[in-house]
């Protein structure tokens, strides 16, 4: 089945940057949407930021004009661009994908990558 494969995360200091990838295990037509979401311990899953096909963005206030999403959509990559790092972006950060009409809506996510930031 499709995987999302996600790369990139780490361990850093505050105010230091980190940039996330992920792409698909194979081709898959029709992704409207991709983005990121993260989780901490005890916490809801939240977006991150997500991009469409034709690369309108949207972004969580807490990371606007910090955070920067681009995708690929022939190759089906989506990036996160994390700047100015903080303690409280520490999470595991996930990537999505959906797309599809009708009966043929799908959505997968990947399996997750850890970011943790030190004061």
């Known amino acids: 089945q499709v995987q999302l494969l996600e790369s990139g995360g780490g361990s850093v200091q505050a105010g230091e940057s980190l940039r996330l990838s992920c792409r698909t295990s194979e081709t898959v037509f029709g992704i409207t949407v991709m983005g990121w979401y993260r989780q901490v311990p005890g916490k809801q899953r939240e977006l991150v930021a997500s991009?469409?096909?034709?690369?309108?963005?949207t972004y969580a206030d807490s990371v606007k004009n910090r955070f920067f999403i681009a995708r690929d959509n022939t190759k089906n990559i989506v990036w996160l661009q994390m700047n100015s790092l903080a303690p409280e972006d520490t999470a595991v950060y996930y990537c999505?994908?959906?797309?599809?009409?009708?009966?043929?809506?799908?959505?997968?996510w990947g399996q997750g990558t850890q970011v943790t930031v030190s004061p």
């Open positions: 991009i469409a096909r034709d690369s309108r963005a």
């Open positions: 999505n994908a959906w797309g599809g009409s009708g009966r043929n809506e799908f959505e997968y």
